[in-house]
């Protein structure tokens, strides 16, 4: 457990840091997604075979692997797509709660796919954390009103945005069970190195396809290449956690980087509204993943 929670707490602050370099990239300097993505892929999976090496060596894969990455790599490519998709079509106050409550949902496919559960305070230590990811995500105004914790989910009927996002809650959930299948048939260096590399040139060949990739500045390619070396250390961190822990555990620790993120954003991007009310949330958030330890 000790092992467990220091990769991947550590990875999950990596994973901070990289949401604001990200976020600057998005808001300062109006940085495309397509590019955004195909070069982040990119240093992060350069990042992960330099790590296979350094800390596994030689990559050694079992037969079962390359079955496992076919699905892991399929699953992250439609999982980038429906989440941009949520955001596109609805506000993130509205999509952003239902994207965190992954973990829940891990809880019932993990034990139908590998039989992992976790402890009663574990069980209610995950809960905790997402209820107060959930806050978190709400917004702001709303904060008080009893129906603006239920305001999401009334809008699953109407919003095609809020479909797409419990869409994405339910098939991640899936799809963290294969990323640990995928990291114990090779290692965690390689399921990232492997899935990174599968997005960045699914994300490549499609914008080519559509004809953007030939009219997009790339002169930010390098700084963002650099930003995905540091993602793929983060990424390798946090996979490297399912080798000691239960999918569950795993996917809920992972959502340390929500309060790294928002801590960052105070400080870096001056977002300072609410700041009160993010601290509380954290609050939470830390009480849950503490009684995830028992």
Known sequence: MVTMFLLVLSGATIWGVTNILQRYFFRDRDVSVELMVVATM?????S???LQFVLFGVPKVSPLFWQFLVIDALFNVALIFWEN???EQEDASIVAPILGITPIFVILTSWIMLRESPTFWGFVGITV??????????KRSDIGNLKSFVRPWSRLM??????????FAVVASVALNFAKLT??????????FAVFFVVAVAMLAWSVWRGHWQKLDKSLFIPLFGVGLLIGLSSVLMDW???FGIVPYVAALKRFQIIVTNGLAAIVLHERENWRFRITAAVII?????????
Do not use: C, D, E, H
Request: proline share 2%; hydrophobic share 60%.
């Open 158 to 167: 109407q919003s095609r945005g809020v479909r797409f996002a419990l869409l």
């Open 42 to 46: 990119l240093g992060a999976s350069v």
């Open 48 to 50: 992960a075979l330099v």
């Open 241 to 243: 956690g399912f080798v």
């Open 286 to 294: 830390v009480v849950g993943i503490f009684l995830i330890a028992f």
């Open 129 to 138: 954390t997402v209820f107060g990811l959930y806050i978190l995500a709400l």
């Open 85 to 87: 998709k949520s955001l």
């Open 183 to 192: 990291v114990i048939n090779s290692s965690p260096a390689m399921r990232t």
